[in-house]
Structure formats: structure tokens, C-alpha cells
């Protein structure tokens, strides 16, 4: 079955609005996680990690939060502009692979 | 910044011919990986490389497909007899090593006719 899912597949935010993404994931052995955004007709590109002994990181305009005890990860990105749009996965590492998750559709109202 | 970069961008191949996808991943990473992500849905792992080896490869990554590494910088993805459900996008990455981020290329489409 599979072992990352995110919660919503869409979200519609206002440019400058901060938007939220959220993950769940189901293997607690899971001590890596990462952010892709993939945007039309390209392949995923990385935005940030996030390994399981920290419960926060940061990035430029973006934050990654990850609390272990509900297994969910999420993605925050300040003040979205319109080249944010894209479709954003989380991902979990383990025995050399990736396991993705569904995707959340973003898409920027201007 | 150095790049994953993939050829051909879209490939057209007639159902039982054999394909062959091809990748030049980032110059010092060590690790491989090939993915395919059907239309609208996620992004599947196929198989993971590293020391001129399979390190793990999925239950989609049956006798068909195979992989190989002719030279220090190509990694390649064969497809020997097609089908129609191989229609896909089919990305490489590669990585420095297997617990650090995997840099994807931009994919080849994949039409099986």
C-alpha cells in the first residue's frame, strides 16, 4: 500500500498569502523526508529535507515541519508567488528509493 | 549548477520494439535511479544503481527492463519488448549518496503506439 499520502490533491492560495501543505505518511522507520515541486513538463525538483531527529527546518521563504508522533510532514512557504505554482510532493527514503506521495496541486490567484 | 540531464525528450516506439532511455547524471554523484510517473499520478520508483549494480529494484521493474552504466558518465534504462502500459514519463536521478536528496532530470516521454 502506499506509505506517503498528502491531504488535500489542490489548493488555491493569494499571491502573497502563505500556503500550507501537508503530508501523512505511514512507515515510523521513515528518518528521511523530502519536498519535491514538479512543474509542468519537468521533472521534480528538490526544495528541502528534513531527517527525523529535527522537527523543523528552514529554507528560503519555505519551512518544513515534521512531527514524528503523527507521522505528518508539512510544507510552508511564505508569501506564495505565482511561480509557486506547481504540484509539491513529499517523499520518503529508505532502501535506496523514494516513495512519493500523491501530490497537492497549488495554484496561485493573482 | 550541475544537472541531471535526460535524451530523448519524447520518444515514440511501436508496442514490442525495444527503447532505450538515456540519463547523464551529476559527474560526482554515486547513486542512479530511474522512476516513471504515468499521467496524473505519482512518481514510481523502478530501480536504484550503485557500484555497477542493482541496489533494489521495484515488482515494475520485471525482466523487461534492464539497466546499465556503458561509461563514466551515461546510465541507461532498456526496455526490450514494449507494451502500451509503458506509456509514461521516466525520470533519472542520482544522488551523492543514498540518504541524501535525489536530483531528478527533466524525463523522457514515453508513447507506446
Known amino acids: 500500500g502506499e506509505s506517503v499520502g498528502l491531504h488535500l490533491p489542490t489548493l488555491s492560495v493569494q499571491e502573497g498569502d502563505n500556503s500550507i501543505i501537508n503530508c501523512a505518511y505511514s512507515?515510523?522507520?521513515?528518518?528521511?523526508f523530502i519536498w519535491y515541486k514538479q512543474e509542468s513538463g519537468k521533472g521534480p525538483q528538490f526544495i528541502i529535507d528534513?531527517?527525523?531527529?529535527?522537527d523543523k527546518r528552514q529554507g528560503q521563504r519555505v519551512t518544513v515541519l515534521l512531527n514524528k508522533t503523527v507521522k505528518h510532514l508539512s510544507l510552508q512557504i511564505a508569501a506564495t508567488q505565482p511561480g509557486d505554482s506547481a504540484v509539491y510532493f513529499c517523499?520518503?527514503?529508505?532502501?535506496?528509493?523514494?516513495?512519493f506521495g500523491a501530490g497537492t496541486t497549488v495554484t496561485v490567484r493573482a | 549548477e550541475p544537472e541531471v540531464t535526460q535524451t530523448p525528450s519524447h520518444q515514440v516506439t511501436q508496442m514490442g520494439q525495444e527503447v532505450i532511455l538515456r540519463c547523464v547524471p551529476i559527474?560526482?554523484?554515486?547513486?542512479f535511479y530511474w522512476y516513471r510517473q504515468i499521467l496524473g499520478q505519482k512518481v514510481e520508483f523502478l530501480v536504484s544503481?550503485?557500484?555497477?549494480?542493482?541496489?533494489?529494484k521495484s515488482e515494475i521493474f520485471d525482466d523487461q527492463f534492464s539497466v546499465e552504466r556503458p561509461d563514466g558518465s551515461n546510465f541507461t534504462l532498456k526496455i526490450r519488448s514494449t507494451k502500451l502500459e509503458d506509456s509514461a514519463m521516466y525520470f533519472c536521478?542520482?544522488?551523492?549518496?543514498?540518504?541524501?536528496?535525489?536530483?531528478f532530470g527533466d524525463g523522457t516521454r514515453l508513447s507506446i503506439l
Open positions: 536521478a542520482s544522488s551523492k549518496s543514498s540518504n541524501q536528496p535525489q536530483h
Open positions: 512507515n515510523s522507520a521513515s528518518d528521511y
Open positions: 528534513i531527517r527525523s531527529n529535527m
Open positions: 517523499a520518503e527514503t529508505g532502501d535506496y528509493k523514494l516513495s
Open positions: 559527474s560526482n554523484h554515486l547513486y
Open positions: 544503481f550503485y557500484n555497477n549494480e542493482i541496489s533494489e
